[in-house]
C-alpha cells in the first residue's frame, strides 16, 4: 500500500515538521508515504468572501494537478464521515482486498478546500466537528495513518 498526502504550503513550526519527520520513519515499515506540498496563498487580513474563494480555487487548481491518477482520493473535511480508529483501519486493509494499492489524503489550506477539489473525492474524512489547523491536521492524520497499519498488523499501540 502506498500513502500519498496532498497538502498547502511548508510547515513553519519546527515542532510540526520534527513530529511528521518522526511519524514518517516510523511509517516505513509499512508502507511508503509520499507528501507532496502545493503553494499557499497569502490571504491579506480583511479578505472579501470573494477573495477567500479565489484563494481556495488557486490553492485547488494546484491540488488538483498533483493528484495521482491511481489513487483513491480522501479529502479532509470538517463534515465528512467519522471513523473510530479501527474503523480507519479496517477501510484501509479493506481497499488492499479491494486492490487499490494508492490512498492519497487531502488536506486544504487554512481557508479550507474548494469545492472543485471536494467532488474528486472517494471519501471525505472528518476527524471531528472541531477545526484544526492545517499543519497540526497533518501531525494528526500522520499519527492516524501509523495507528491504523499498527491496528491492521495487530501490533501494540497506546491505547
Ligand atoms: C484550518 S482548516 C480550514 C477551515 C475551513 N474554514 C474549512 O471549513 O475547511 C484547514 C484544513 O484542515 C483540514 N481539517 C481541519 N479540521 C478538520 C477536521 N476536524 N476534520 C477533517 N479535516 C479537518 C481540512 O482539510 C481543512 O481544509
Known amino acids: 500500500m ?3 498526502i496532498v497538502c498547502v504550503g511548508k510547515i513553519k513550526e519546527k515542532f510540526f515538521r520534527d513530529a ?5 520513519k516510523r511509517l516505513g ?12 496563498e497569502m490571504t491579506p487580513d480583511g479578505a472579501s468572501a470573494s477573495l477567500e474563494d479565489q484563494i ?5 487548481a494546484r491540488i488538483l494537478a498533483k493528484l495521482p491518477q491511481d489513487a483513491l482520493i480522501v479529502t479532509l473535511e470538517i463534515a465528512g464521515k467519522n471513523f473510530s480508529s479501527e474503523e480507519f483501519a479496517a477501510w484501509i486493509e479493506d481497499c488492499t482486498v479491494r486492490g487499490k494499492s494508492h490512498i492519497c489524503f487531502v488536506i486544504g489550506g487554512s481557508l479550507g478546500l474548494h469545492p472543485s477539489v471536494c467532488k474528486r473525492a472517494d471519501l471525505a474524512l472528518s476527524f471531528s466537528k472541531m477545526t484544526f ?3 497540526l491536521m497533518r501531525v494528526i492524520l500522520c499519527e492516524q495513518i501509523y495507528r491504523a497499519f499498527r491496528i491492521i498488523q495487530h501490533e501494540p499501540y497506546h491505547k
Do not use: F
Not at 511528521?20 to 514518517?24: F, G, L, P, Q, V
Not at 515499515?29 to 499557499?40: M, P, S, W
Not at 481556495?56 to 485547488?60: L, T, Y
Open 29 to 40: 515499515r509499512y508502507t511508503k508515504l509520499n507528501i507532496i506540498e502545493v503553494t499557499d
Open 56 to 60: 481556495r480555487e488557486k490553492e485547488g
Open 2 to 4: 502506498k500513502i500519498s
Open 133 to 135: 489547523p492545517h499543519q
Open 20 to 24: 511528521i519527520e518522526e511519524y514518517s
